[in-house]
């Protein structure tokens, strides 16, 4: 069912999501093929910490789910993703306007293909980084998602599949 969401509907979806909207991020463009997606925060009074810069967790939310929904929209639907694991390494107070550009590429999707080719799992990294209106970054983001193809279902002995 998600795979069949356009790009332009799923943006919308997710600006209006709780979360998003109560933290202030805007998500700026997804890619009709969603392999690129950029999303925005503006320092406001409700997003900063106490000593008024961008608050951790809402530059974390930023990246959050793009990586995983970006396998989900590019592999078939025999493939099991989920978000793994996250790191996040503050570089510099985020104050003002900051932004994070998410790439999946056509080397991540080959590699992911290839080592989940025989069943296998594939914990994949990406990498990409928060940076402020001066392209200086604030924060740099890692997260490891899970990739495995589905299993067939085991059937009952003597039985095909189909079969009731």
């Not at 202030?24 to 997003?47: H, K, M, T």
């Not at 493939?79 to 570089?91: K, P």
């Not at 402020?132 to 495995?148: M, P």
């Amino acid at each position: 069912m998600a795979r069949k969401i356009p790009a332009r509907l799923l943006r919308w979806g997710i600006n209006l999501w709780p979360p998003y909207l109560g933290a202030g991020i805007r998500v700026q463009r997804i890619s009709a093929d969603f392999r690129e997606v950029e999303v925005e925060l503006p320092l406001r009074w409700y997003n900063r910490n106490y000593v008024g810069s961008h608050f951790g967790g809402s530059l974390f939310a930023m990246t959050d789910p793009f990586f995983m929904l970006m396998l989900v929209h590019n592999l078939d639907p025999d493939y099991l993703v989920w978000d793994r694991q996250a790191a996040i390494d503050f570089v510099a107070p985020g104050r003002g306007r900051v932004r994070a550009q998410m790439r999946l590429t056509g080397e991540d999707l080959a590699q992911i293909r290839a080592c989940t080719a025989d069943g296998d799992k594939h914990l994949h990294l990406f990498r990409t980084e928060i940076v402020d209106a001066e392209a200086l970054v604030v924060a740099r983001v890692e997260k490891i998602v899970y990739v495995r193809r589905r299993r067939a279902p085991a059937t009952a002995p003597g039985r095909c599949r189909g079969q009731a």
